[in-house]
């Protein structure tokens, strides 16, 4: 898969990426690619990203004010096959 990282993103963005149809993909440490499937993207930005997102190009993470201590940091890549993804990437 062809793709490069374009720029770090926050919750405006991600959801104007969301209403046009992005892909959203968890990065963790260790772990595979997460895709999530195209019926939960909004679910799970709801439930589980959004109040764990950190702010973008933020220097130091305090990973103990968010819950079970654990965020995401966002980016916008763009895929050929995809067009633009959502990255995550998992912090604990």
């Known amino acids: 898969m062809s793709a490069r990282r374009i ?3 926050g919750e405006a963005a991600i959801v104007r990426l969301l209403r046009d149809g992005s892909t959203i993909v968890v990065a963790g440490v260790g772990l595979p690619l997460q895709w999530i499937a195209a019926d939960d993207r909004f679910a799970f930005w709801k439930n589980e990203v959004k109040r764990r997102l950190a702010e ?3 220097d130091r993470i ?3 004010v968010y819950p ?3 965020c995401y940091s966002a980016s ?3 895929c050929a096959s995809l ?3 959502i990255v995550l990437e998992k912090h604990h």
């Open 56 to 58: 973008p190009n933020a």
């Open 62 to 64: 305090d990973l103990s």
């Open 68 to 70: 079970a201590n654990y």
């Open 83 to 85: 067009g633009a993804v």
């Open 7 to 9: 720029e770090p993103i």
């Open 76 to 78: 916008m890549w763009s």
